[in-house]
């Protein structure tokens, strides 16, 4: 029954996008992923937050687990250009150990926990081994990866530094890493991509949130599909 409402919904929605909308949404689906997933821990300046989503959601990452053990992350529009709006952020409101909460969960879901480190020992990320999904944790400005997060670890990795400098910004570290693994999975790691199902749900959440008042021609199309299995 939901599934049948939802491809009625999906129908009904799209019949108010152009042909080129849809060709478009359908190109975003096919290189969209949940293989990688990004952790954003305790990250102080919401101007890196918003562009490490930013970079990601170009690269075709969906999900970011935000961890705010003492910085509060705040959407910030102008900098993401959107990117918020085409992803999934998970917070831990309630949450008195976010850290570990985060990467507990994201390990009971079969991810593997990366974590950036400068660490000489750490591999570059296009040597990582992709035999699992990852969960890639990014640290703060200012003190790096926490030593919880290091604790729970399955894989380190670390960028080549070259010049005087100690380490690149953080929204930069993300977007070469990001690529690099995104690049590699890509390249060697089958069924990356979203299954059907998953696809036609976000088919449906991207076809609304194209549309001003989604929800009232929700209700809308909710009684017109209940009434044509009355008939």
């Known amino acids: 029954m939901r599934a049948d409402l939802n491809h009625f919904l999906t129908q009904k929605f799209g019949e108010f996008l152009s042909d080129e909308r849809k060709q478009f949404i359908e190109s975003v689906l096919e290189n969209r992923t949940d293989f990688i997933r990004v952790v954003l821990e305790d990250i102080r ?3 890196n937050a918003n562009a490490i989503i930013r970079s990601g959601e170009c690269l075709g990452i ?3 687990h935000i961890i705010e053990n003492e910085n509060v992350f705040k959407l910030g529009r ?3 250009r959107g990117a918020i709006k085409w992803v999934d952020v998970h917070q831990y409101p309630e949450s008195k150990t976010p850290t570990a909460d985060a990467l507990h969960d994201l390990k009971s879901q079969g991810y593997k926990i990366v974590v950036t480190s400068p660490n ?3 591999c570059a ?3 990582l081994a992709l035999d699992q999904p990852i969960a890639i944790v990014m640290g703060n400005e200012r003190d790096g990866i926490s030593e919880e997060a290091k604790s729970m670890a399955d894989e380190f990795v670390r960028l080549p530094m070259h010049g005087f400098t100690e380490s690149y910004n953080v929204s ?3 977007g070469i890493t990001f690529y690099s693994l995104v690049s590699k999975m890509r390249s060697f790691v089958e069924n990356w ?3 059907e199902q998953t ?3 976000y088919r449906l959440q991207w076809y609304k949130k194209c549309m001003a008042r989604p929800d009232d021609y929700e209700k809308f199309f909710v009684k017109a599909f209940e009434l044509e299995k009355i008939k």
């Open 78 to 80: 102008g900098v993401s």
């Open 199 to 201: 696809k036609a749900d």
């Open 193 to 195: 991509q979203f299954d």
């Open 62 to 64: 969906q999900h970011y």
């Open 172 to 174: 930069v570290a993300s």
């Open 45 to 47: 300046d919401p101007h």
């Open 125 to 127: 990320p296009e040597e």
């Open 120 to 122: 000489k020992e750490a």
